[in-house]
Each structure stands twice: as C-alpha cells, then as structure tokens.
C-alpha cells in the first residue's frame, strides 16, 4: 500500500513540473500583459480629445465677451469669403498671384463673436480718445493703444499691432482691426490673413505682392 501511494504522488509530481512554467518547445511562459500597449497617437486612457485645428484655432482667447451673443443664421455668405478681393476683370491669373492675400472664412457664430469682442475694444479705445493728448497727425501713442488692448488680455500671444493709428489683434476666433486717432475710432471683424505683413500680427493685410 505504501508504495503504491509513493508511486502516485511521484507520477502527479512529474506531471505538475511538466505543465508549469514550460511549453511544448521548452520556453517559459510569460505571463499577459496587465493592459494593451498604446498604439502611438493613441488618445489618453481619460478619453480627452487631442486639440487640432489651424494655428489660429490654437490662439489664446481675449476680447471675450462675459454672455454669449446671439447667433442670426446667414442664408448667403458672409462677408469675408476666404477668397482675395477684385475689382474689375482683373488680368488672367489674378486669384493665383494675390492668393497670399487671402482670409479665412467666417461662420455666423464667430462673426457675432467677433462684432461682441469689437464692441468691447471700442470701449477701451474710446477711453483713450476720451483721455486726449493724440501726437502728430492725430494719432495716440502706440504705448496708450497697447494698454488699452491689454485691459481686455490682448497682447502679444494675439497677435496685436499698432502703428501710426492703426490696430489689430486676434480674439482666439476672429480678427478686430480698425484706426484710433483723435478723428476716428473704427472697428472691423475678419479672418486672419493666409500670408499676413510680414512683422506684423495675424490680422495685418500682406502689402507686398508674389
């Protein structure tokens, strides 16, 4: 009896050695993996979207109004068309040689976005005026403008640009570009140029020519 137990408990442990830890070839068996690897590009384990989008799209947000403006829906399209002006026939290859001079396109929604964040630069710029003290040809110091943008969080990273009277800035969603002087205050609401003035911000029309 004693050996016939013996016997068995050898043949169970032969076959215990025999099923852990080798396979048919003799290679160890690794064990699985907690979770599959990510492919590169891959979104995040928290499912958070990747941001994408033109350079603009990416801009810092200013000029932010503190409501959302009501939206009109447009039948046709609206102003900025993302295609250069002409006046006339023009010559052949015209749209071709000025396409550096180009605009992105503007949805209803970031037009009214856009006409809300002008109305708040107006205000800050009729400050200055308010203030007095224009220099030559009646345009305020580039240094008073600036300030005035900055009191909306407008600087650098949007884009702005003053000189001589004039301004531009980027809100995050659409260009505000107009003059300041002691004569005139004007806004207008656009999309950034495809080949802006070189030295200048987003919003600043390309004099130059291809």
Same mark, same amino acid.
């Given at each position: 009896?004693?050996? +016939?137990?013996?016997?068995?408990?050898?043949?169970? /442990? !032969?076959?215990?050695?025999? *099923?852990?830890?080798?396979?048919?070839? @003799?290679?160890?068996?690794? =064990?699985?993996? &907690?979770? %599959?690897?990510?492919? #590169?590009?891959?979104?995040?384990?928290?499912?958070?979207? +990747?941001?994408?989008?033109?350079?603009?799209?990416?801009?810092?947000?200013?000029?932010?109004?503190?409501? =959302?403006?009501?939206?009109? %829906?447009?039948?046709?399209?609206?102003?900025?068309?993302?295609?250069?002006?002409?006046?006339?026939?023009?010559?052949? $290859?015209?749209?071709?040689? $000025?396409?550096?001079?180009?605009? =992105?396109?503007?949805? %209803?929604?970031? +037009?009214?976005?856009?006409?809300?964040?002008?109305?708040?630069?107006?205000? &800050?710029?009729?400050?200055?005026?308010?203030?007095? @003290?224009? @220099?030559?040809?009646?345009?305020? #110091?580039? *240094?008073?403008?600036?300030? =005035?943008?900055?009191? /909306?969080?407008?600087?650098?990273? $949007?884009? !702005?640009?003053?000189?001589?009277?004039?301004?531009?800035?980027?809100?995050?969603?659409?260009?505000?570009? @107009?003059?300041?002087?002691?004569?005139?205050?004007?806004?207008?609401?656009?999309?950034?140029? !495809?080949?802006?003035?070189?030295?200048?911000?987003?919003?600043?029309?390309?004099?130059?020519?291809?």
């Amino acid at each position: 009896m004693f050996i +016939r137990r013996s016997v068995t408990a050898v043949a169970l /442990l !032969v076959l215990t050695t025999a *099923a852990c830890g080798t396979q048919p070839s @003799g290679v160890p068996v690794a =064990a699985p993996p &907690e979770s %599959p690897p990510q492919s #590169p590009g891959a979104l995040p384990s928290s499912g958070a979207p +990747r941001a994408s989008g033109s350079p603009s799209d990416a801009r810092p947000q200013c000029a932010r109004p503190a409501e =959302a403006p009501t939206v009109s %829906p447009s039948p046709t399209a609206t102003g900025t068309s993302g295609r250069p002006e002409r006046n006339g026939d023009g010559a052949p $290859h015209y749209a071709e040689n $000025h396409a550096y001079r180009m605009q =992105a396109s503007l949805s %209803p929604e970031k +037009r009214a976005w856009g006409t809300a964040s002008a109305k708040l630069v107006r205000a &800050e710029l009729e400050k200055v005026r308010a203030a007095g @003290g224009s @220099g030559a040809y009646g345009a305020f #110091p580039e *240094a008073r403008v600036t300030a =005035a943008l900055a009191r /909306l969080g407008c600087g650098e990273e $949007h884009g !702005v640009h003053v000189n001589n009277g004039f301004y531009s800035l980027h809100t995050g969603m659409v260009c505000v570009s @107009g003059r300041v002087t002691r004569d005139e205050l004007t806004t207008r609401v656009h999309g950034a140029y !495809v080949e802006p003035q070189p030295g200048t911000g987003p919003c600043v029309k390309n004099r130059g020519g291809h």
